[in-house]
């Protein structure tokens, strides 16, 4: 299978595009600036215009998670480039797929479960309205959904996905340097929900989407078994053998996040989400559980 992915440069993009080479796929990566190593075949673009690079989408997959990294500071400036940084090159790729001979026969949309905002106690599975805000949150998932709503292909899977636990990203770097730091107490109240998934499970969903020719529309790339906060944080120092830390109350959190420059909505707010629809399908998820998927996901010295 020819497949073209957009946004594989981030980390999460490099690890899908190196799971797809590794099962013979023909990988294209469209990128802004080609870098000597990176896996696939790289293909320039602006993120912006249609050019050149569309006839790569002729009879080929698309997989779209182009955006810039959600970890910063909730400035009207950052929210706008959140925002434009996703819904530009999504309509760039929907105006090529309109001009190529062959549509693509499968697209993979990713987005994210910060679409149904701060989710309360409420479960929420696929079908579940979504919300009006965060502005950083809904209001940057909603349009990016939207700018690939009718592109032409097969069909698409909108990937509604949770914090992915893998080496080397910045949502697991951050949770591990906090609790080495002692600060690994739970985050505010610690009541609020943690949707979660590991790397090899998320590659596994990927997949299924390319694969299943039944499988359309929203699909939640989250554990079945979502956790609170409280609880990924004392799971964590279990898993980093850290005693036990005092909490960060919210005033904290918000103060903090101003010298971390970060988003303190990431760590205040939460979702309790499931996969109705992979279980549905039979998806069998390789970590369920967080104490398994924490452990597999650090280098052997934190283990």
């Keep these: 299978m020819k497949v073209v992915v957009a946004g594989g440069s981030g980390a999460l993009g490099r690890r899908i595009v190196r799971d797809l080479l590794s099962r013979g796929d023909d990988v294209v990566v469209l990128t802004r600036s080609p870098r000597s190593g990176s896996p696939g075949r790289q293909v320039v673009w602006d993120g912006v215009n249609v050019g050149e690079w569309a006839a790569e989408l002729d009879g080929a997959a698309v997989v779209n998670l182009a955006g810039e990294i959600v970890d910063r500071r909730p400035t009207p400036a950052n929210i706008a480039l959140l925002r434009r940084s996703r819904v ?83 949502a697991l770097n951050r949770l591990v340097s906090l609790t080495r730091w002692g600060l690994g107490g739970r985050v505010g109240s610690g009541r609020q929900w943690v949707s979660w998934l590991h790397i090899d499970d998320l590659l596994a969903i990927v997949r299924l989407a390319l694969d299943d020719p039944a499988l359309s529309g929203v699909v939640h790339a989250t554990s079945p078994r979502p956790v609170r906060n409280a609880e990924l944080m004392a799971t964590l120092r279990q898993v980093l053998r850290r005693p036990p830390a005092p909490p960060t109350p919210a005033p904290l959190v918000r103060a903090g996040s101003v010298l971390l420059r970060t988003d303190p909505a990431l760590g205040l707010t939460g979702r309790r989400c499931v996969p109705r629809r992979l279980l549905e399908a039979g998806f069998a998820f390789k970590y369920p559980d967080l104490p398994q998927a924490l452990r597999a996901s650090l280098p052997p010295p934190h283990r």
């Design 88 to 170: 530009e090159p999504t309509r760039a790729l929907a105006g090529a797929a309109a001009r190529v001979e062959n549509a693509p026969p499968v697209w993979v949309q990713m987005s994210t479960l910060a679409i149904y905002g701060d989710g309360g106690e409420e479960v929420i599975a696929e079908g579940h309205p979504v919300a009006d805000g965060p502005p950083q949150m809904a209001g940057v998932a909603r349009p990016w959904e939207e700018a690939a709503a009718g592109a032409r292909a097969g069909r698409q899977v909108v990937l509604r996905t949770a914090v992915v636990f893998d080496p080397g990203t910045p």
